[in-house]
């Protein structure tokens, strides 16, 4: 029997750290283990392995070989196992969920898990190859757009291999560079779902093919086929550059949805890696977050992340649940207060025993809700895919039937006829126009709300917030500045605001408390000296106290006056209650066991939400709040903001309920917020709204980011929507009618009468001609005039 030697790699030098030599590698959670310090042994095939853990002995012994064994992907790299249960689903089709990966039997589409993973090495790799593809389909579809076109323009007489050229060049760009979009119009065919990639197969397809028949076989086609010089058109141009434009935005497309997922894995990112686990000896070691358990005891120590959910069983500290609650005011935490995995303590070192693990913690439920409300449809890819549904049958149809009617009824050569108006039916119902109909228009508004501090993630986002007819909004950082101020100073004796003010910071000074540092910052915008403190004394839950040029002073709440024997005066008191109502938090200032002052701190409006909320009310949007904190202090700030709807001390979960909610009674739903708490209800909303000066993962979550946190610029992305989509209608509309006209033409209408046919060359000039009308016309929304701005210049 052998020591299994998973020992640690030798430094540069080529030695082995002495303090490492001895160590090995845990097979189950990759941590170094000393074998000689460890009560952890297994023996497998002849071999003795070390655990760190009995959990991780475990696991080793339920399954040796599935830490033994790693499977290689294709690549030659070690492929990491997809843990049992997983679901997959189709980025294009939410309905399409199965366990383990496959491929989407209504697009063609490869299907992705369901909950991203940390790691998104693999998106980007795809990202990195679509990309890449597209940029060398570009290069090499322009020399195949001049050899095709300058003739046309008369720059020179195409010599004899410019049409091989086109071959080589269009070969590699369509049969390469849109291999994928082939074998996704073929699954369409196979599973009876026309999409867009049957409108894309379709028309590539016909005019490449139609293009090398025409050069390899010229002798099939009869005179009719050919233009004045005797040659046959060919249509090599238009199937390359349909190819690389699409490439492009399906790189658009996965930068879009890998940007989507980025909110995801900063959430996973917020619970730490590993856990500090008790042992029953009293021993204490790291081990992976994976492995925690209900019951384990684990230490937290200051400036460390909560591992998991559970409860404080030693110690005392403050907890920064901002992530939670979106308050910037830590949380005081003893013995018995429940804590959360994810959210900092800061101050003191604390013992926990877990309560909730792994898909259990409220942290996890948050990235469920994320993940399960971005596996929405843009409403705008379901119209273009309910009218793939009737139009390329329709296409299809026409094209036979033009076939026929030609082959019956036509003039000699009936056959010629037949297919070269089948042929300009098919070219000239190419989808470009109908594709170049949405993604134009959002294109071009997308650059509008940036110039203007607006940033919209999608279509879907640009579409639905025309029709909000609700406003849901957080309080803190949203409709306030989202940090305390000290707002207000009362003078209770002899000394002036200034004097206590000073006093106040200088009982302040060191503390990292939020109330803390608003009064250190009021007494530095007051450009006030602060004095000299000694033998400074912290009262836990009550305030400080400290002796300050030969007089005694003490700052905090009632219960410290209590204890210290001062007296509140009803005048004092009453101020104080009302200062509490306005949405404040008070503290007293006491001078030599005598009351002083009052200071209040608050997180004060900012000076542009009354505004933007009484605009928001004369378009008939109801505002709501949503906010973890207060009742009172919520009340207060919906009183002076005109707000009647008010939801206190709520949960992020109930958050994205009560949007939930709003949603299924038939309304139209925006969320504003800014924190990690309200990245369910951005992502539930069907339009959310998140602010510049926020949290990442806030504005990963959002549809819509204000840069500047202005919600003034609601109302002007309302107007900006409202023009998107009439844009986006009017050139649907111009695309459904240019294909309404043009497809009869093509089909040779007008020929018994006037003997005019369409050529597959004229059609394709139409075609093109179709796509550049729909550009210039979505360009118009450079110029759009918006609420509280000037209008735009041309230059613009």
């Known amino acids: 029997m052998t020591t299994k030697d998973n020992s640690n790699p030798p430094d540069h030098s080529g030695q082995v750290a002495p303090s490492e030599r001895h160590k090995v590698i845990d097979p189950v959670c990759g941590m170094s283990v000393d074998p000689d310090k460890t009560p952890h042994h297994a023996q497998h095939g002849g071999d003795a392995f070390h655990f ?10 339920a399954d040796p070989d599935k830490y033994l064994s790693p499977k290689l992907s294709s690549k030659g790299k070690e492929e990491v196992p997809v843990p049992q249960g997983t679901i997959y689903t189709c980025p294009m089709h939410p309905q ?22 940390e790691d998104d090495s693999e998106a980007k790799n795809e990202i990195t190859s679509v990309g890449r593809k597209f940029w060398t389909a570009s290069l090499l579809a322009l020399p195949v757009v001049i050899l095709a076109m300058a003739p046309h323009l008369g720059l020179w007489q195409a010599p004899a291999w410019s049409p091989w050229a086109e071959l080589v060049l269009a070969s590699v760009v369509v049969l390469w560079g849109g291999s994928a979009f082939f074998s996704r119009f073929w699954t369409s065919l196979r599973n009876r779902s026309p999409n867009m ?29 050919r233009g004045m010089d005797g040659r046959i058109g060919l249509y090599f141009e238009p199937a390359a550059v349909i190819v690389a434009l699409v490439l492009l935005g ?36 790291d081990v992976p977050l994976e492995s925690v358990e209900k019951g384990d005891r684990l230490r937290v120590r200051p400036g460390e992340k909560i591992p998991v959910d559970g409860v404080v069983i030693e110690g005392r500290s403050s907890v920064d649940e901002s992530m939670l609650t979106g308050e910037p005011m830590p949380v005081e935490k003893t013995a018995d207060d429940p804590l959360t995995g994810g959210t900092l303590n800061q101050t003191g070192s604390l013992v926990m025993q877990a309560e909730k693990v792994g898909s259990e913690t409220l942290l996890a439920q948050i990235v469920q809700l994320v993940a399960n409300a971005q596996r929405t449809r843009a409403p705008l890819q379901r119209l273009a895919d309910r009218v793939a549904n009737w139009f390329v049958p329709a296409v299809v149809l026409a094209a036979v039937l033009t076939f026929a009617l030609w082959a019956w009824l036509g003039p000699d050569p009936r056959l010629a006829f037949a297919l070269i108006n089948a042929v300009a039916v098919l070219i000239i119902a190419c989808p470009c126009a109908l594709g170049l ?20 993630r999608d279509a879907e986002a640009i579409e639905t917030l025309e029709k909000i007819d609700v406003l849901v909004v957080d309080k803190t950082g949203t ?25 106040a910071a200088a009982l302040e000074r060191g503390s990292e408390h939020p109330l803390a540092a608003a009064i250190l910052a009021g007494a530095k915008d007051r450009e006030l000296s602060l004095p000299e403190t000694a033998n400074f004394q912290s009262h836990t839950g009550q305030g400080v106290s400290a002796e300050l040029e030969g007089t005694t002073a003490a700052l905090g709440n009632r219960a410290l006056m209590d204890a210290r024997n001062i007296s509140i005066n009803d005048s004092a008191a009453a101020q104080a209650d009302a200062l509490r109502r306005d949405g404040k938090t008070v503290m007293f200032l006491a001078i030599n066991d005598a009351l002083a002052g009052l200071l209040a701190v608050a997180d004060p409006i900012k000076d542009t939400t009354a505004e933007a909320l009484k605009a928001l009310r004369a378009e008939d949007v109801e505002v709501i709040m949503l906010t973890g904190d207060n009742a009172t202090t919520a009340n207060a700030v919906a009183k002076k903001l005109g707000i009647e709807r008010v939801e206190a001390d ?52 959002a549809k819509l980011t204000l840069v500047k946190g202005d919600l003034r610029k609601i109302v002007q992305a309302r ?29 040779g209408l007008l020929y018994p009468w006037t003997g005019w046919l369409l050529s597959p060359v004229v059609a394709a000039l139409a075609m093109s001609l179709s796509s550049v009308s729909v550009i210039s016309n979505a360009l118009r929304l450079r110029i759009v005039p918006l609420p509280h701005q000037e209008p735009v210049s041309e230059k613009a």
């Open 52 to 61: 760190c853990s009995a959990r991780c002995l475990e696991r080793f012994q």
């Open 96 to 117: 399409i969920r199965q366990e383990g990966p496959g491929a989407c039997p209504i697009c063609g589409m490869a299907l992705e898990p369901e909950l991203p993973s």
């Open 197 to 225: 990639y049957t409108l894309i197969g379709l028309g590539v397809g016909v005019a490449y093919g139609y293009s090398v028949v025409a050069l390899l076989m010229p002798g099939l086609f009869p005179p009719a086929f």
């Open 250 to 285: 399906e790189w658009l497309e996965l930068r879009a949805r890998h940007r989507t997922s980025d909110a995801v894995r900063a959430l996973l990112g917020l619970a730490p890696k590993t856990a500090r686990r008790i042992g029953k000896d009293g021993d204490e070691h």
């Open 437 to 456: 109909a949405t993604p134009i228009s959002v294109m071009v508004a997308t650059g509008r709300g940036a110039q203007m501090g607006v940033l919209f």
């Open 479 to 503: 409709l306030t500045l989202g940090k305390p101020k000290l707002t207000d100073v009362v003078a209770l004796g002899d000394e002036d605001d200034n004097k206590i003010v000073s006093m």
């Open 650 to 701: 709520v949960q992020p979960a109930d958050k994205a309920r009560i949007v939930e909610e709003l949603k299924a009674s038939g309304r139209r739903v925006a969320m504003a917020g800014d924190g990690v708490n309200d990245a369910p209800a951005l992502a539930a909303a069907d339009v959310g709204i998140a602010m510049g000066q926020g949290t990442d993962i806030a504005m990963e979550s």
């Open 719 to 747: 107007a900006l929507s409202r023009a998107t989509v009439r844009n986006i209608r009017q050139n649907l509309f111009f695309a459904f009618v240019y294909n309404t006209l043009g497809i009869p033409l093509a089909a």
